[in-house]
């Protein structure tokens, strides 16, 4: 640690410090863990609520369904759907609407930022959002940059980032698929989707000139 920040302050390449608008920095909560979040604040509440009654009357003659009320994880559950920032109800206009409601991304809501605070670095397009966020698909007004949507190959993991496919080349010729994240496509060079692709040729790649993307930078070359 102390050797990487006598680096950071000679400038040395490579010794950066953390890009908070990295997509390496930032993960997607899906509604599966807001979710979770609310059942363990009603579980919570449930516990609290059990060990009052405990104290307050024999444990002899208490039966489960007694001490047993769900209605604080009831009460957290309605709350979440009906009240909270980020729920919606579906746009169900037609099924492509429909699919894209289902794939926006939000920066807002709990735990994330406001409209106020927001600033231009955070609603800017990075370069780590090439293949991995639509720059074009967000709204106008106060929520520019904030709300977006996964770009179309686009997922996410299992561990909540982003992931774009990719080929992988070897000798300007395909060779294996591969799903990476902005933390593992750091360093690495990437080739523009619409190169020609000679499927005779097992892959081969035949486009007069291919797009390199090394980092941030992007360059062409034949």
């Known amino acids: 640690m102390v050797r990487f920040l006598i680096d950071l302050k000679n400038g ?11 997509l390496g920095n930032r993960r997607v909560r899906a509604v599966g863990e ?3 979040n609310q059942y363990r ?10 060990k009052e009654r405990m104290s307050l009357q024999e444990i002899e003659t208490l039966m489960p369904h007694d001490l047993i009320n769900a209605k604080p994880v009831t009460a957290v559950i309605k709350e979440f759907f009906g009240s909270s920032q980020l ?5 169900q206009t037609n099924p492509l609407s429909e699919v894209t409601h289902k794939r926006r991304l939000s920066a807002l809501g709990p735990g994330g930022l406001t409209r106020e605070r927001a600033g ?3 609603r800017d397009v990075h370069s780590t959002h090439y293949g991995r966020i639509c720059p074009i698909e967000t709204p106008e007004g106060p929520n520019i940059g904030l709300i977006a949507s996964l770009s179309t190959y686009a997922r996410v993991n ?4 982003i992931e774009t496919p990719t080929a992988r080349s070897r000798a300007a010729c395909l060779r294996r698929r591969a799903l990476l994240s902005a933390l593992e496509e750091r360093g690495a060079s990437s ?3 619409r190169a020609n692709v000679d499927p005779s040729k097992k892959g081969l790649v035949t486009s ?7 980092g941030r930078a992007r360059t062409r070359w034949t």
Do not use: C, T
């Open 12 to 22: 040395k390449p490579n010794k950066d410090v953390d890009d908070i608008d990295h």
């Open 34 to 36: 807001l979710l979770e």
């Open 41 to 50: 604040i009603g579980l919570v509440r449930m516990e609290r609520a059990i």
């Open 87 to 91: 729920s919606q109800f579906m746009d």
């Open 120 to 122: 231009f670095e955070v």
């Open 158 to 161: 299992d561990y909540g980032f």
């Open 191 to 193: 080739r523009r989707p």
């Open 208 to 214: 007069p000139q291919r797009r390199l993307k090394i």
